[in-house]
């Protein structure tokens, strides 16, 4: 990876004839991964913005090998040459994603071991059975303020917004929530030039939040993070609660959106969900693999000189752990179109130490609310034909601009009253496609405000695998 002459920006084509990761030439990244792959094999060199120097890891096997391999590989940034030797400079538009910061994803060791147990601790209080009906009130009242009009843009009026009400609410934060946290949620990622003042409000939301539950502690995860033995600081609280946010948020937006559009798209998806040949969540696990809602995660930092795909790593180097490109390798996805059948070996998540924590949380919120939205709107179409759709590519993920549709006007639902349906009525026979039950409560209304008060905990909590076993049923 060393630097040469600069080649034709026009081209895609960097220092040392590299090819870019960001400009007008890498506006479609899956291309350039398959390039890349065709040119390099499991891993790439390439370029980031400002032209820094990095490895593309492409492959499902050496992705694993890399996330799973401590002694080799780990995500402290400081470690990374071009972080040390002022490669990367301060006003980096991916700063936010590397910068180090006192995070369980960028410690080893104990330290790691103390920082993560503190939020799986914290995460392990979470109420799924609660969260649960939540998620339910939040989908009919976001569905309630457009109903009645027949149609909807459901990127912008749903799937940006019920993430974030679930997320202030597991946070113990409703009254922060409004339009100006969503969209610094949803920017920060993008490595554009707010990304940076996206960081500082946001970070400035979760510092006054973890004052507050300092100095008066509820139920909620960001008490009982701090409340943790592992004693965090308030600066690794808030940084912990901007990792969680964002990660959650917007792996749960994205994959909200993508799991509505390709049931509205895909006429062998639909038919697969109207015979009841596929649930909810096994939709969801085939989005996981064909749109992954991170489409990379950065960076990964080699410990030491080492072997990876047939490409000498240097120590010091940072790779790119390529999600995307790793679900589509064709030495294990041959035949994309293949369902998966609910196969959970896809990349999405991660793994290693370092395997998202919350993906549980996320999985909840899209497989209620995805069934609850069409189980209230049965004959809801796509309002526009496919090829409109807009997509917006950044190095970290590829997401739905919006979503048109349309379907018969319905009237708004009381969520105070009880479903006028027989708890153990099936939905219209043309939206098949779960076979849990999401209206075992009676519902509260969720206003995006003010999101709905956490559940009490129980004062003998079940034990793990109880709480797993009522989750997975959807108690």
């Given amino acids: 990876m060393a630097s040469a002459p600069p080649g034709c920006p026009a081209h895609g084509i960097g220092p040392g004839g590299l090819s870019r990761l960001y400009g007008p030439e890498a506006e479609d990244l899956g291309a350039v991964y398959e390039k890349l792959r065709a040119e390099h094999g499991p891993v790439a060199p390439a370029l980031l913005h400002d032209d820094v120097p990095i490895w593309v890891v492409l492959g499902h096997s050496e992705n694993m090998h890399m996330v799973r391999t401590p002694s080799q590989f780990c995500r402290d940034p400081r470690l990374w040459t071009a972080m040390q030797d002022g490669t990367i400079k301060p006003d980096h538009p991916l700063l936010p994603h590397f910068a180090w910061q006192p995070v369980c994803s960028h410690a080893e060791g104990d330290e790691h071991l103390r920082l993560r147990g503190a939020v799986t601790g ?39 917004h ?44 979760l510092m006054r939040l973890t004052a507050r539950r300092r100095a008066e502690p509820e139920d909620d995860f960001t008490s009982h993070l701090i409340n943790h033995p592992a004693g965090l600081s308030d600066e690794e609280v808030g940084q912990h609660l901007r990792v969680v946010l964002i990660a959650a948020y917007e792996t749960t937006t994205n994959l909200l959106a993508n799991v509505l559009r390709v049931v509205l798209t895909d006429p062998r ?5 109207n015979g009841g040949e596929m649930t909810v969540p096994q939709a969801v696990e085939q989005s996981l693999w064909d749109e992954p809602p991170f489409s990379t995660i950065l960076p990964y930092v080699a410990k ?26 064709p030495r294990v996805r041959p035949d994309l179109t293949a369902n998966m059948k609910g ?26 609310g995805v069934d609850a939205l069409l189980t ?36 708004q639902q009381d969520v105070m009253a009880q479903p006028e349906h027989p708890a153990s009525a099936q939905r219209p026979s043309n939206w098949q496609v779960s076979t849990s039950q999401l209206h075992k409560a009676v519902p509260e209304p969720v206003a995006p ?27």
């Avoid at 019920?162 to 949620?185: K, Q, S, W």
């Avoid at 993008?190 to 939301?205: E, I, R």
Wanted: one cysteine or more; aromatic letters at 6%.
């Fill in 122 to 160: 914290a995460m392990s209080t979470i109420d799924h059975r609660g969260i649960r009906r939540h998620i339910n009130r939040a989908t009919q009242h976001l569905v309630n303020k457009f109903c009645e009009s027949g149609r909807a843009e459901l990127v912008s009026q749903f799937a940006e």
């Fill in 162 to 205: 019920l993430p974030m009400v679930m997320m202030c609410e597991i946070f113990g934060m409703p009254d922060e929530y409004n339009d100006r946290l969503v969209h610094a949620t949803r920017d920060l990622p993008k490595g554009t030039a707010t990304a940076l003042a996206s960081n500082a409000y946001l970070m400035d939301v």
């Fill in 269 to 273: 998806f639909r038919a697969q969900l």
């Fill in 304 to 329: 030491q000189e080492t072997e990876l795909g047939g490409q000498r790593i240097r120590k010091g180097d940072a790779l790119l752990f390529g999600i995307a490109p790793g679900n589509v390798d």
């Fill in 343 to 368: 196969n959970r070996s896809h990349l999405a998540f991660g793994g290693g130490p370092h395997e998202c924590p919350g993906q549980d949380i996320g999985r909840a919120i899209a497989d209620v």
């Fill in 376 to 411: 209230r709107l049965p004959d809801i179409q796509l309002d526009c034909e496919e090829h409109e759709l807009r997509w917006r590519s950044s190095i970290s993920n590829r997401h739905l601009v919006e979503l048109p549709v349309k379907f018969a006007p319905k009237p």
């Fill in 449 to 475: 405000a003010t999101a709905p008060t956490p559940t009490s905990e129980p004062a003998t909590r079940p034990g793990v695998f109880q709480r797993l076993l009522r989750w997975w049923r959807g108690d």
